[in-house]
């Protein structure tokens, strides 16, 4: 049998009101509600999660499979990244934190070396 699998795609923080502020109540929220989703999807045998490590909704999914699989053995985290300079343009802390997330993945897909101005869609419809 195929295992199951789970992609995430969501917006950039400016996208959501509270932007960047992850502490804020609307943010603990949409995370609170991703973890239980997530949670409920490995209930049922999903075991293969994957994200394209955008800023926002991807790396806080990420996060949170990351941190799932200390309990959850059998699932996996697969970076699929629309080129290898995806970062290179973020604040120290957000490459930090986005090279950390990466270390902790299965796997790493990268799809292009440099950015192009179709990587991301690329990476959206793979």
């Known amino acids: 049998m195929k295992p199951l699998a789970c ?3 969501g ?3 400016l996208r959501y009101s509270f932007g960047y502020d992850e502490e804020h109540d609307k943010c603990e ?3 609170s509600v991703l973890a239980a989703q ?3 999807l490995a209930d049922v045998g999903v ?9 926002g ?3 806080w999914a990420a996060a949170i499979v990351s941190g799932l699989q200390k309990e959850r053995r059998d699932i996996r985290l697969i970076a699929v990244l629309p080129c290898k300079t995806q970062a290179n343009k973020w604040s120290a ?4 934190r986005y090279f950390n997330i990466l270390a902790e993945c299965d796997d790493v897909i990268t799809l292009n070396s440099h950015y192009t101005p179709t990587c991301t869609r690329e990476r959206s419809h793979a």
């Open 29 to 31: 929220r949409l995370k």
């Open 93 to 96: 802390d957000q490459r930090e």
């Open 38 to 40: 997530i949670a409920a």
């Open 47 to 55: 075991t293969a999660f994957y994200t394209g490590m955008a800023q």
């Open 57 to 59: 909704a991807d790396l």
């Open 7 to 9: 992609a995430f795609a």
């Open 11 to 13: 917006h950039h923080p």
